[in-house]
């Protein structure tokens, strides 16, 4: 089983900035896909950046150049740096862990919102 905690949201100011955390525990598989989703209401949940194990980073366009994905493998982390946020970036943050050929995980969700 795999448990996957998020920290580090909250209500930001326009332009403001936030780091997300998501500390994963439990069996993990070493080769693994780690991404940041988020979801506002009304809309579906959708990718917002990812990372592989070893290091391949891939991003929305919408966050392209203001938003940086990385993990600390020995801790079994992945961060998101947000910056310029905007208030399109409100939403519920999700951080999901895929095995490939496995499976996936997800987090409970942590609330970023942004004031304008």
């Known amino acids: 089983q795999v448990q996957l905690v998020e920290s580090g949201g909250g209500l930001v100011q326009a332009g403001g900035s936030l780091r997300l955390s998501c500390a994963a525990s439990?069996?993990?598989?070493?080769?693994?896909?780690m991404g940041w989703y988020r979801q506002a209401p009304g809309n579906q949940r959708e990718l917002v950046a990812g990372?592989?194990?070893?290091?391949?980073?891939n991003y929305a366009d919408s966050v392209k150049g203001r938003f940086t994905i990385s993990r600390d493998n020995a801790k079994n982390t992945v961060y998101l740096q947000m910056n310029s946020l905007k208030p399109e970036d409100t939403a519920n943050y999700y951080c999901?862990?895929?095995?490939?050929?496995?499976?996936?995980?997800w987090g409970q969700g942590t609330q970023v919102t942004v004031s304008s």
């Open positions: 990372i592989t194990s070893d290091g391949s980073t």
């Open positions: 439990g069996s993990i598989f070493s080769i693994n896909y």
């Open positions: 999901n862990l895929y095995f490939y050929g496995v499976g996936d995980y």
